[in-house]
């Protein structure tokens, strides 16, 4: 009698490889038959420490250990795999003999999923394979979907900037570190000249295409370090690690050079020129500096850009505020 | 094939339960005759060891290889052989010479039923 259709591995058995670890040659080679009759690939390791070196490998997400080895007994290297920084989990089942009074609890404790006593009932382990298949698929699909939640849930879904709330956080995180480290950080707000307009010829299709485009186009002109995000509408904030105000006002001019003498595209091939106001701060020109603060003095900045004509960077601090201050009739032409 | 009958002698343990084995390994004969090989090696390597561990009165290798070859023979559904082999690692917990002598000589005496009875093939 030949292998039943039973036998054959089906397609949901032959994802992932697993590791036999068993130093009775034996039944190494009996789980190792069984489990490639059931379509697996096998890793074999005779003795603890080789167990241990192929848990490594990334493919390996099962493991079947023998509680005594030379070398690393079966729970010891179940402890090591768990305090390994392996990125996906990796499922294992101990195997015990059924007379030794080997205590399961501390097998399960040091981080096995399951257990078995040998020797081995097959059509068992068969079944447990299956459960630990069920198992890693559940956590794989659980990982990709935090990670796709957390893109969601930090990204600007147009431009793949981050979003308001992120980019706020990121600004929150870096006046900590101003404050522990005294490090300055600078603060931009931009603002696409004439986006109404663009929206309202091209459309606003065009108009979406055309502030995805500039983003990336910044970001390339930035710092690896430098922080992009959607501050709404057409506005972006910009946030500037280790920039005073003077090398917040360089950053600003050179974005600002940049989208002017280039072209954005904003349909196949269909490009137009475009240019940006900028308002920009940092804290070492703040007496106080906080979020608010920021953002408000670099609002403000951004506001005497557009009305000075737009296409221009405008910085202000604390003392350029009093300076506004004293000309009040600047601040009365606020609509 | 035809169901093989147990050389049953003086109504002892049975040499092999070869209908179990097989459901163990998925009914694959040549498989089964693989392990066959595979267990006269660790047997003869064992017993070996075995011979010179009773000279040396070493019983954590009498313990050791007792408990082994427990558990080789009961992969192979040898009640006989696991019986004999579980004998001898009782005689390394307890320390007990005579019984690892009389443990060992039961064991070559079942590995020769064993081989008479695989003979018969």
Redesign the interface.
């Known amino acids: 009698?030949?292998?039943?259709n039973a036998?054959k591995p089906s397609l949901q058995e032959r994802k992932f490889s697993v590791l036999i670890a068993e130093?009775?040659?034996?039944?190494r080679?009996?789980l190792e038959?069984?489990l490639k009759?059931w379509g697996y690939t096998v890793f074999k390791a005779e003795e603890g420490k080789k167990a241990l070196e192929i848990l490594k490998r990334p493919e390996v997400r099962m493991a079947i250990l023998d509680w005594?080895m030379p070398g690393l007994e079966g729970p010891e290297i179940c402890s090591k795999l768990r305090q390994s920084k392996k990125p996906k989990y990796t499922y294992v089942i101990l195997l015990t003999?059924r007379d030794t009074s080997f205590d399961i609890i501390q097998g399960l404790e040091a981080g096995a999923d399951d257990y078995m006593t040998?020797?081995?009932?097959?059509m068992e382990l068969r079944a447990r394979l299956k459960t630990a298949h069920r198992i890693l698929e559940l956590e794989d699909h659980l990982l990709k979907t935090q990670k796709k939640l957390l893109k969601l849930a930090t990204l600007d879904s147009l431009t793949g900037a981050w979003n308001r709330r992120t980019i706020f956080s990121f600004i929150r995180e870096e006046l900590e570190r101003y404050r522990r480290e005294n490090k300055p950080l600078g603060l931009l707000m931009i603002d696409l000249d004439n986006f109404k307009a663009i929206n309202d010829t091209y459309g606003h299709q065009a108009g979406d295409a055309v502030l995805k485009n500039m983003v990336k186009m910044l970001k390339k002109n930035l710092r690896p370090y430098d922080r992009i995000g959607r501050y709404g509408g057409d506005g972006l904030l910009i946030l500037l690690p280790s920039s005073d105000l003077f090398n917040t006002g360089l950053i600003a001019s050179r974005l600002l050079e940049h989208i002017r003498k280039n072209k954005i595209n904003f349909r196949h091939k269909a490009t137009l020129s475009a240019t940006l106001s900028i308002g920009g701060t940092s804290t070492d020109s703040l007496a106080q500096p906080s979020l608010e603060k920021l953002i408000q003095t670099a609002d403000r900045a951004l506001y005497l850009a557009k009305k000075l004509g737009r296409d221009r960077v405008i910085l202000f601090g604390d003392s350029v505020k009093e300076e506004a201050k004293e000309k009040k009739h600047a601040r009365k032409e606020k609509p | 094939?035809p169901e093989k009958k147990n050389p049953e002698t003086n109504g002892s343990t049975p040499t092999m339960d070869r209908k179990e084995v097989?459901e163990?390994?998925?009914?694959?004969?040549d498989?089964l005759k693989?392990?066959m090989e595979?267990?006269q090696?660790?047997f003869a390597e064992k017993t070996e060891l075995l011979d010179k561990a009773i000279k040396e009165k070493n019983f954590e290798v009498i313990r050791e290889a007792g408990?082994?070859l427990?558990?080789?023979s009961?992969?192979?559904?040898l009640p006989a052989l696991r019986e004999a082999a579980w004998e001898m690692e009782m005689a390394g917990k307890e320390q007990n010479l005579e019984q690892a002598k009389k443990a060992l000589a039961k064991l070559k005496k079942e590995y020769q039923r064993l081989l008479a009875y695989l003979g018969e093939d």
């Open positions: 009698m030949k292998n039943t036998e130093d009775d040659p034996l039944a080679r009996m038959k069984r009759d005594m003999a040998k020797p081995i009932n097959f | 094939m097989l163990r390994i998925g009914g694959d004969e498989f693989e392990l595979i267990y090696q660790e408990h082994s427990k558990g080789a009961a992969n192979l559904s």
